[in-house]
Every structure is written in C-alpha cells, then in structure tokens.
C-alpha cells in the first residue's frame, strides 16, 4: 500500500500565481483533510471531505479551494497565492467511522513558500 | 468547537530518562478520540498512542503511556527510557465523535534528547 501520496514535496510560488496540491490514498477512506502547519499554531484544518462530492470548510478556509471527485483523490488549489500562504502543508485521510479504525494516516508534506 | 492546549512549547530530557508532556482540550462531548502524534525532522507525522474516551485504562505503547483524566480533560504523554530517536516535535491531538469525525491539533511541544 502507497498510504497517502502527497505532491510536490516543496514548492516556490510568486505572488499571485495559482497552483494544486495533489493528494491520493490507496486505503479507501472516506475522510479525506487538508492541515497547513505554521510555527507556534500546530495545525490547522483547512477543508474536509467526508466522501466523494462532498466538501466543506475547516478552520482557515479563506483562499483555498477543494473538490473530491473520487473517493481517492483530494486536490487543494491555491488561487492566487499570497505570503501569507506561506506554510508547510498536510493533506491526510481516514475511515469516517471509528468503528472501522480512529488512525489519521498523513502524507509527507508540502513546503510552500510564496514570495 | 473543540480546543487542544499544549503549554509547553519545548521541553529536553537526559536520555534513559523520563519526561511527560502536558495536553488539555475543551469539549462537550462525552464521546471522542485522543491521539500523541510525532513530527521528527523528517516532517512525517507518526502515530505514538491512541487513547479511547469510553476506556478507563491508560492506554500504553511500550515506552510511550498516557495519563487520560477525563474530569480534568487532561491527556499526558509519558515517554520512558527517552532515546535518541524521541527528539522531535510532539502533538496532542482530539477527534470528535459528531458530525464529519474531524482531528484537531494542539500547538505542539518540542522535544529535545540530552546524551
């Protein structure tokens, strides 16, 4: 099993450009989450996806966008990037139900730095 | 909504020694998860110890237990025996048992390994 393959692993955007972070997972979760992890503020959910044409907004929604089209993939597009964008990002993915196992399983990270 | 606090931001133990790193959250639930996760350099983040809110008993993953006080909602790390290999950035974690089953972080405490 891959897990959660996460791409890229790092990342220079110029301000006002657009990009999509990938985000796949092999273990047929439902849930489906994207995290930015800043210093001093741990990690903050950004969107979730609890299955397939469902998504909804997280802690710090503001200038991300997300779509789940299949139950296997969880894309995250920055539309037009800003400094404050700058931050390593997460994208992680779980069975819904506890029932069926509580683990959160995490990609690599992306380190995104906008300048 | 859910608050994890980790109020120590950094922490160092003598390897082959103990140390204990502090957790708190606020929640109205009576039912949720609680989770230590690591972040080594590596950026990768590791499961350490799971602990359900129904079970009494502490859970415990050979070095790695937890001191659950559900009254308190308080949810201590305790590593024994610290290793080299036990440097790395500590996160408590709670995942709600209502609505989308979302994970939240705490800040995060820095652990440092003295030889």
């Known amino acids: 099993n891959a897990g959660v393959t996460q791409t890229p692993k790092f990342q220079v955007l110029k301000t006002g450009q657009s990009m999509t972070l990938q985000c796949a997972q092999d273990m047929n979760h439902e849930y489906m989450s994207w995290y930015r992890q800043d210093p001093g503020m741990g990690l903050r959910l950004i969107h979730y996806?609890?299955?397939?044409?469902?998504?909804d907004q997280g802690e710090v929604p503001n200038g991300y966008n997300v779509s789940r089209s299949t139950t296997e993939d969880f894309p995250l597009r920055l539309l037009s990037a800003a400094p404050s964008q700058t931050s390593v990002y997460f994208c992680a993915s779980s069975y819904r139900r506890p029932i069926r196992g509580t683990e959160a399983f995490f990609g690599q990270g992306t380190r995104l730095t906008v300048v | 909504a859910q608050t994890v606090t980790q109020s120590q931001p950094e922490m160092s133990v003598q390897e082959a020694e103990t140390v204990t790193l502090s957790c708190t959250y606020d929640t109205s639930e009576s039912d949720y998860y609680l989770f230590w996760y690591k972040q080594p350099p590596s950026r990768q983040m590791i499961l350490v110890i799971r602990q359900e809110a129904y079970k009494q008993q502490n859970a415990t993953e050979n070095r790695f237990s937890v001191n659950f006080q559900k009254a308190a909602k308080s949810f201590s790390l305790k590593i024994s025996d610290s290793q080299l290999g036990d440097a790395a950035m500590y996160f408590c974690a709670y995942r709600t048992q209502t609505g989308a089953n979302n994970l939240f972080f705490g800040t995060g405490t820095r652990l440092t390994v003295i030889p």
């Open positions: 996806s609890v299955g397939a044409g469902i998504t």
